[in-house]
């Protein structure tokens, strides 16, 4: 298989809507960077054996940063204003 293909197709996996790990960890990253601190601490470290700090508001953002075909302007507004 070519290399372009394999690209394509493990940016395709990743950004599946069915899988929402990829969002959710974006937007972790993001609101860390830009709040002070991510909804999982370690940023890095979103096992199942972690916390949320707030679940709701996490998978909101991924579900609408997902929606909006991962739109990082988009989803720095979103945090900007909150």
């Known amino acids: 298989m070519p290399d372009h293909k ?3 197709t493990i940016a395709e996996w990743i950004t599946s809507r069915n899988d ?3 969002a959710k960890a974006f937007v972790n990253r993001m609101w860390s960077e830009l709040v002070g601190h991510g909804f999982y601490e370690p940023v890095d470290d ?16 991924a579900d609408r940063f997902a929606a909006s075909h991962y739109d990082v ?3 720095f507004r ?3 204003a909150t």
């Not at 979103?46 to 953002?61: E, F, H, I, K, V």
Request: glycine residues 4%.
């Open 6 to 8: 394999r690209r394509e």
């Open 78 to 80: 979103v945090i900007t």
């Open 20 to 22: 929402r790990w990829f």
């Open 73 to 75: 302007k988009w989803l």
């Open 46 to 61: 979103m096992g199942p054996d972690r916390a949320c700090s707030a679940p709701n508001t996490l998978n909101y953002l």
